[in-house]
């Protein structure tokens, strides 16, 4: 009887050949299937869009024409050795917007012939990107390249869609790269966190912001020199100073600014200003840059700086923090910081919180920036807030330690025969409202929380314990006489 399929028996050794050739090229169509659109190929010298946005179309082709981040991506950086010499790992960008991690994925694919497949945590799936990640293994044994697989905003993939992609890292399939704006430590998983490495990318100082603006206006290619655009001095700076750090934003001012004027036409700086409208700055009340702003602003009151805590809260109130949040944070430093060296310093700042709730925006917000100040200038003691944090610590570690008999309360006959209130001494019969008589439970007799600082009102607070102190010592010497 005739066999079927007799390519797949040992007698017939050509068609066996020729079937192991067939799913060859099987699994590299099916693998190339990954990368057939030229958008995903990473950068190229030529092919580009010139409908699309500015910001796009000048994005760097190779490190020569890569703005910024100098300590990182300088030609003798651990960095570019790692990636001149085919050594980069997954890794992941932090940064802020605009800094250069998309462009600087898509070079490092490019400069080590590897296969670029970027997907954004926001629009993209996990059962998306897993379905090509688990290709990407037959890719690197076919052709002997890698895959960079870049995901954009990493932080917005919960602690599970992070974990899908432990053992492909593990395993080498790919390399991933990610990007995010947000803290790592606090956003990526600490199974992830170990397994890859992270470059922070910094701010792009005023001056990489010029260079990437300058050569946005004279680039014949993919530019705008074409337009024939003059610009002010005045003009280019305020781009810079309105762009915050962030190329991407630049250029968009940039562009739109450029459309405005028309070719051969000239961008002053007053166009500008009027195509700018109004300045956005880098905020996000649930990320790390709302944090870093209200630390800013508590650690100038603290250092007693009017003028920088000016600054921060300005920075805030800008950037569109709420009002009532400020408030509630300038009511936690008067307690915190200033404490009993000036008592008046927390009805100031209830007196603002309720000033802004009544006045609302803008009138409101002066009621804040005085009470900065007063804050600022005002005597500082975190006596009390230490004080309370050990007796706290007391209170845990003692546990339930009894009270003293002679300090509870004795509503009832039954307790007053168990002793309860028995020799308790009333302060007010005493000289000065001082008795000898001890508060604490026997294991903290004599234990000392609260020590005063010699500044404000607690100069007083001190002459008060300093006498009390003294007597309670003397009365304890006499007892053990």
């Not at 079937?19 to 990368?35: D, G, Q």
């Not at 530019?223 to 280019?236: N, Q, S, T, V, Y």
């Amino acid at each position: 009887m005739a066999r079927p399929f007799p390519f797949f028996y040992p007698s017939n050794h050509i068609f066996q050949l020729f079937s192991i050739f067939l799913l060859y090229l099987f699994i590299l169509a099916t693998t190339m299937e990954l990368f057939d659109d030229k958008n995903d190929r990473g950068l190229t010298d030529k092919e580009f869009d010139r409908t699309k946005p500015l910001a796009d179309r000048m994005r760097p082709r190779n490190f020569d024409e890569f703005f910024g981040q100098a300590k990182l991506v300088g030609k003798n950086s651990p960095f570019r050795r790692a990636v001149d010499e085919d050594r980069i790992g997954s890794c992941i960008f932090w940064g802020p917007p605009g800094t250069g991690k998309t462009t600087l994925a898509q070079l490092i694919a490019k400069a080590t012939s590897g296969q670029f497949i970027p997907f954004s945590a926001v629009a993209s799936s996990i059962k998306e990107i897993k379905t090509v990640i688990s290709k990407a293994g037959n890719f690197k044994k076919l052709t002997g390249r890698k895959t960079y697989v870049f995901i954009d905003e990493i932080h917005r993939f919960n602690k599970a869609q992070q974990d899908a992609f432990l053992p492909y890292v593990e395993k080498g399939d790919i390399v991933l790269i990610g990007a995010t704006t947000e803290n790592p430590s606090f956003e990526v998983i600490s199974a992830l966190l170990s397994r890859v490495k992270v470059y922070v990318l910094e701010r792009l100082t005023d001056e990489a912001l010029k260079d990437i603006l300058n050569r946005a206006l004279h680039d014949k290619e993919r530019g705008l020199a074409d337009m024939k655009i003059k610009i002010e001095d005045k003009a280019l700076e305020f781009m810079v100073g309105a762009a915050d750090g962030d190329a991407r934003r630049g250029l968009n001012l940039l562009e739109a600014s450029a459309s405005d004027a028309g070719p051969d036409g000239e961008i002053t700086l007053e166009k500008v200003i009027e195509v700018h409208q109004k300045g956005t700055f880098i905020y996000d009340r649930a990320g790390e840059e709302h944090y870093n702003l209200i630390s800013a602003l508590h650690k100038s009151v603290r250092g007693g700086d009017p003028d920088a805590s000016l600054y921060w809260l300005a920075r805030m109130l800008q950037s569109g923090e709420d009002r009532l949040f400020i408030a509630r944070r300038l009511i936690r430093m008067a307690i915190e910081d200033i404490g009993l060296a000036d008592t008046n310093a927390l009805n100031v700042a209830l007196a603002a919180r309720d000033t802004y709730h009544f006045l609302g925006t803008p009138e409101g917000e002066l009621a804040l920036a005085q009470t900065v100040i007063y804050l600022a200038c005002a005597p500082k003691s975190n006596a009390a807030y230490v004080a309370y944090g050990q007796a706290m610590k007391h209170a845990e570690e003692k546990g339930s330690l009894p009270v003293p008999l002679h300090i509870r309360n004795a509503p009832t006959s039954l307790m007053k025969n168990l002793g309860y209130g028995k020799d308790y001494k009333y302060a007010h019969d005493y000289e000065d409202s001082l008795a000898d008589q001890e508060y604490f439970p026997d294991e903290l007799a004599g234990t000392v929380y609260y020590k005063p600082q010699e500044h404000g009102r607690e100069i007083k607070i001190a002459e008060y314990l300093k006498k009390y102190r003294e007597y309670r010592k003397s009365v304890m010497k006499s007892k053990k006489k």
